[in-house]
């Protein structure tokens, strides 16, 4: 006895068939639960699928090969973007001829959004104080997103302005959530400058996003006063 079960976009029936490899004279019967699926990608009761809790009783007629089972598992749309998952139909058998009596159907559910795309957004910060890189998601993911950064010189020049990111600097998005950051240090100096600007490029590295890269702006502003001019004569 096998047990089928089809792929769908989250949100439809997952539907199961039931298959002899040969006809049987008698009816073979078997009762039915569901359960999660293996980590990382296992769909889970109530969030992704709807469970079966109570065991259902399930007959092949006599004579027959397959059997579609006269019921189908819903799945749950969220707004969270996941890979494939999977869930498990486990079988008991109860009577009937049969070599196996607990076979296992696993049922498949796709994505039904799109990747979220990721963003860099830098703050303002008076020199001296850091400036704050910001990563977001335009929507969740199940992983987590990590973002390998660096720095590039702008109007703002390195190590005058602002220290450079070490040579592998990484943003983390956690599971579930839609922002990470990281800081870049300005130096305060006694030179009254104009408004001053570096950028941050981020290349995701692991996670699903619609896009690799992105580029964020971060802004130094100077915070000595503009001179004053004066003369003198001898």
Same mark, same amino acid.
């Given at each position: ?27 073979? $019967? ?14 889970? @009761? ?15 007629? &006599?004579? %027959?090969?397959? *059997? ?6 819903? $799945? ?42 990721? /963003? ?13 890189? /910001?990563?977001?998601? @335009? ?11 660096? $720095?590039? $010189?702008?109007? &703002?020049?390195?190590?005058?302005? *602002? ?8 943003? /983390?998005?956690?599971?579930g959530s839609l922002t990470g950051i990281t800081q870049v240090?300005?130096? +305060? ?9 570096? #950028?941050?490029?981020?290349?995701? #590295? %692991? ?5 690799? +890269? ?21």
């Amino acid at each position: 006895l096998t047990l089928t079960g089809t792929t769908v976009v989250e949100g439809n029936p997952v539907e199961f068939t039931a298959t002899l490899s040969t006809a049987s004279s008698t009816p073979v $019967t078997f009762t039915v639960l569901t359960t999660s699926g293996n980590p990382p990608n296992g769909a889970t @009761s109530n969030a992704d699928f709807q469970p079966i809790l109570v065991p259902i009783l399930v007959t092949i007629p &006599a004579n %027959s090969l397959t *059997y579609v089972l006269p019921f189908t598992i819903g $799945t749950i749309i969220d707004p969270i973007f996941e890979q494939t998952e999977t869930f498990f139909l486990n079988a008991t058998v109860t009577s009937g001829n049969t070599d196996n009596i607990d076979p296992v159907g696993i049922g498949t559910i796709t994505e039904s959004l799109l990747p979220p795309t990721f /963003t860099i957004t830098g703050n303002t910060a008076t020199e001296g104080n850091p400036i704050t890189f /910001t990563a977001t998601l @335009s929507g969740p993911s199940s992983t987590d997103t990590i973002i390998t950064v660096v $720095t590039n $010189t702008g109007t &703002a020049t390195s190590p005058e302005d *602002y220290n450079a990111t070490p040579t592998v600097t990484t943003i /983390t998005i956690p599971a579930g959530s839609l922002t990470g950051i990281t800081q870049v240090n300005t130096l +305060d100096d006694n030179i009254n400058e104009p408004q001053e600007q570096c #950028t941050l490029t981020g290349t995701v #590295t %692991s996670g699903n996003t619609s896009n690799l +890269d992105a580029t964020g702006t971060g802004t130094i502003d100077d915070d000595t006063t503009d001179p004053t001019v004066t003369i003198t004569g001898t």
